[in-house]
T-cell receptor, first 115, second 112 residues
Framework: GAGVSQSPSNKVTEKGKDVELRCDPI?????LYWYRQSLGQGLEFLIY????????KSGLPSDRFSAERTGGSVSTLTIQRTQQEDSAVYLC?????????????FGQGTRLTVV | GQQLNQSPQSMFIQEGEDVSMNCTSS?????WLWYKQDPGEGPVLLIA???AGELTSNGRLTAQFGITRKDSFLNISASIPSDVGIYFC????????????WGLGTSLAVNP
């Protein structure tokens, strides 16, 4: 597609349930990021995929969070046993990932509400 | 995790005023990017800077890559109500790690 696509756009889940958030990056982009953003706050880095390199998972807040990127394209962020503090907007971004082409393009985000 | 020092955190200005915000780092950066985020949307790239000293304009927006490679600023001239939003700086450090590092954002409010 022309841009980064995230689904679902909104997700309401009960505390304790698992959720999966999907990101379709721009075709050809080798770098993919996941961020979490609380209302009116900055971007909290979660995980970074770059080509075939091992992902940088240093931002994942707990072992309930995990992410995969299959075939270097689509990525899924999974949150297990959701808690109310997981409620936020989850943003995905992708870029070509080159040394001089690091511009990241964002999706619209998934708004997660844990009740 | 590492973050850039972005200031000010928020600004309240009158329509027509000029705005300036900046980001600094203790590390040398190869790239500086400036983004704007409207409510309910993902951040959108405004200006990308790749060379120390580079000064780039995009309409009423002007950004510069500091010559020390440790800072960047964004200026908005003659602000209008639609400039309201959160502005983020981001950069890529010198070295092999290409992960973008982000500032915490500057929230801009414009009084018409």
């Amino acid at each position: 597609g022309a841009g980064v696509s995230q689904s679902p756009s909104n997700k309401v889940t009960e505390k304790g349930k698992d959720v999966e958030l999907r990101c379709d990056p721009i075709s050809g982009h080798t770098a993919l990021y996941w961020y979490r953003q609380s209302l009116g706050q900055g971007l909290e880095f979660l995980i970074y995929f770059q080509g075939n390199s091992a992902p940088d998972k240093s931002g994942l807040p707990s072992d309930r969070f995990s992410a995969e990127r299959t075939g270097g394209s689509v990525s899924t962020l999974t949150i297990q046993r959701t808690q109310q503090e997981d409620s936020a907007v989850y943003l995905c971004a992708s870029s070509f990932g080159g040394a001089l082409d690091t511009e990241a393009f964002f999706g619209q985000g998934t708004r997660l509400t844990v009740v | 995790g590492q973050q850039l020092n972005q200031s000010p955190q928020s600004m309240f200005i009158q329509e027509g005023e000029d705005v300036s915000m900046n980001c600094t780092s203790s590390s040398i950066f190869n790239t500086w990017l400036w983004y704007k985020q409207d409510p309910g949307e993902g951040p959108v790239l405004l200006i990308a800077l790749y060379k120390a000293g580079e000064l780039t304009s995009n309409g009423r927006l002007t950004a510069q890559f500091g010559i020390t490679r440790k800072d960047s600023f964004l200026n908005i001239s003659a602000s209008i109500p639609s400039d309201v939003g959160i502005y983020f700086c981001a950069g890529q450090r010198a070295g092999n790690n290409r992960k973008l590092i982000w500032g915490l954002g500057t929230s801009l409010a414009v009084n018409p």
